[in-house]
T-cell receptor
Framework: DGGITQSPKYLFRKEGQNVTLSCEQNLNHDAMYWYRQDPGQGLRLIYYSQIVNDFQKGDIAEGYSVSREKKESFPLTVTSAQKNPTAFYLC???????????????FGPGTRLTVL | AQSVTQLDSHVSVSEGTPVLLRCNYSSSYSPSLFWYVQHPNKGLQLLLKYTSAATLVKGINGFEAEFKKSETSFHLTKPSAHMSDAAEYFCVVSSKAAGNKLTFGGGTRVLVKP
């Protein structure tokens, strides 16, 4: 089945530790995105990548880092510099950026991160 | 610049009655508009999408939305609510000129009473 997988589903971290969230897609999409969702709020863009080996900061990139070494993978690291990391993190992908109307973004099931 | 306002944070309906979720947008460019649904602790699922074709857009699960440029609105409706429609709904705006970035509304939580 084609889709986007995120792991783990739940993640607990102690303060001061870095943690990496996994996102994999087998849809052959060029673009991938990371969003953060806080209770009762919409999603906010952390980082996005339109092509392998390239990525851009979104609206709330501070305290986060990403890599895009493979087309199908876009891991997100939440560093100890992120002041309030407890949230629900969603990864998304879309077919091709920048041509015609915006493509639909398809979302993974999410990872809930809790900092203890 | 682009923004989205969902006018109701919570909507409560009885099963079998119509559902109306209101959304107003602001965009300096020709927008694409989306409605997504999110069930608890799940990812987002696309309900429907408007991209400058027909102004009345039909989506999955009996939902539809109408793009009204003069009112800058993109309200979501369903004639008859089902218990499985209980979820959170997000109205989203995007445009090529904004780098295809999605801007989300704050969400509307729908409660369906039996």
């Amino acid at each position: 089945d084609g889709g986007i997988t995120q792991s783990p589903k739940y993640l607990f971290r102690k303060e001061g530790q870095n943690v990496t969230l996994s996102c994999e897609q087998n849809l052959n999409h060029d673009a991938m995105y990371w969003y953060r969702q806080d209770p009762g709020q919409g999603l906010r863009l952390i980082y996005y990548s339109q092509i392998v080996n390239d990525f851009q900061k979104g609206d709330i990139a501070e305290g986060y880092s990403v890599s895009r070494e493979k087309k199908e993978s876009f891991p997100l690291t939440v560093t100890s510099a992120q002041k309030n990391p407890t949230a629900f993190y969603l990864c998304a992908s879309s077919p091709r950026p920048g041509q015609g109307p915006p493509d639909t973004q398809y979302f993974g099931p999410g990872t809930r991160l809790t900092v203890l | 610049a682009q923004s989205v306002t969902q006018l109701d944070s919570h909507v409560s309906v009885s099963e079998g009655t119509p559902v109306l979720l209101r959304c107003n947008y602001s965009s300096s460019y020709s927008p694409s508009l989306f409605w997504y649904v999110q069930h608890p602790n799940k990812g987002l699922q696309l309900l429907l999408k408007y991209t400058s074709a027909a102004t009345l857009v039909k989506g999955i699960n009996g939902f539809e939305a109408e793009f009204k440029k003069s009112e800058t609105s993109f309200h979501l409706t369903k004639p008859s609510a089902h218990m499985s429609d209980a979820a959170e709904y997000f109205c989203v705006v995007s445009s090529k000129a904004a780098g295809n970035k999605l801007t989300f509304g704050g969400g509307t939580r729908v409660l369906v009473k039996p």
